[in-house]
């Protein structure tokens, strides 16, 4: 799962149990949801945290996105409030470790 941050607030999150580099590449290249909504620059940053099975992952991602209502997520994300514990104390996000590919990928965008 990864996430995408502008400065200190997440503003995107997502999942992939693929290819993360082919899955981010097409968000900040092909998917112009990124670019038009967001000024892409030095201060985003991506991170990444791995769970030991797909449902966990699957489970996480909607509940990051209705406790963090991130901006470019509308899939998924409900009017309301989440009110059943789901404890995520456990994730570690780390950055990705190929975050010099962002610059590269925006200036071919």
Known sequence: MHHSLDGKSIVYIGRSNGDLDRRLRN?????????KKLELCDKTRVEVAEFKTV???YVAEI?????EKPPLNVDDKAQDDLTIFVDLSSV???????????????SKG
């Open 92 to 106: 570690v996000w780390q950055p990705w470790n190929k975050s010099h590919l962002l610059g590269k990928w925006l």
């Open 55 to 57: 449902v966990d992952m």
């Open 27 to 35: 968000h900040f290249v092909t998917s112009h949801k990124f670019q």
């Open 63 to 67: 509940a990051y996105i209705n406790l």
